[in-house]
């Protein structure tokens, strides 16, 4: 246990931002495991539509400094192929 009136007040505040953070990225994995429940489905309406969602996440996850830029980036790459792969399968 911290001593330091200083670190006693960082601590809470890194309490607060990862409680803050764990629902972040507990949405993300949602929106994306949803697009994931759709293109496995078949549905490609729905993909494209949750895949739309999904990357909007990523991007306020991005603005919000919980994912990196290029991470965000890569994952909506993988989950706009994935979808558009549906569209012209189906």
């Known amino acids: ?7 006693i007040k ?7 931002r990862s409680e803050r953070n ?3 990225r507990t949405a993300l ?7 994931r429940t759709a ?6 309406e729905a993909a494209t539509a949750l895949q739309r969602e999904a990357s909007r996440s990523l991007d306020k996850a991005v ?3 919980m994912v990196h830029k ?4 890569r994952r909506k790459s993988r989950l706009a192929k994935a979808a ?3 569209g012209s399968s189906a």
């Open 10 to 16: 960082r601590n809470r505040q890194n309490e607060k």
């Open 39 to 44: 293109i496995e489905a078949g549905d490609a």
């Open 29 to 35: 994995k949602t929106s994306t495991k949803k697009v």
């Open 84 to 86: 558009s792969s549906v």
């Open 22 to 24: 764990k629902t972040v």
């Open 1 to 7: 246990m911290a001593n330091i009136k200083s670190q």
């Open 63 to 65: 603005a919000k400094g």
């Open 70 to 73: 290029r991470t965000a980036a």
